[in-house]
């Protein structure tokens, strides 16, 4: 069992930067390929980042050069570093976890907006 729990959420103007944290607990985090994923109002859960257990990332073409996700296996933790955003930036950020099984965080709101 996996407990994510994400914070760094609030309110940014367009350009601005915010860093969310996923802190993970009840298993062994290095194993978990870890992603950040967003949900806008009316649209469906899209991937933002992800990376690997063993550090390999991908991000969607939206966020690219914006956006930095990083893992901390020490502590536990995946962050997702967002620069420069845009006010199609807003949605709920989750974290996801995933091994042999599948594991999501309750998001954090994230809205863009002057």
């Known amino acids: 069992q996996v407990q994510l729990v994400e914070s760094g959420g609030g309110l940014v103007q367009p350009g601005g930067s915010l860093r969310l944290s996923c802190a993970a607990s009840g298993s062994i985090f290095s194993v978990y390929a870890m992603g950040w994923y967003r949900q806008a109002p009316g649209k469906q859960r899209e991937l933002v980042a992800g990376?690997?257990?063993?550090?390999?990332?991908n991000y969607a073409d939206s966020v690219k050069g914006r956006f930095t996700i990083s893992r901390d296996n020490a502590k536990n933790t995946v962050y997702l570093q967002m620069n420069s955003l845009k006010p199609e930036d807003t949605a709920v950020y989750y974290c996801?976890?995933?091994?042999?099984?599948?594991?999501w965080g309750q998001g954090t709101q994230v809205t863009v907006s002057s």
């Open positions: 996801k976890a995933t091994w042999t099984l599948v594991y």
């Open positions: 990376i690997s257990s063993g550090g390999r990332t």
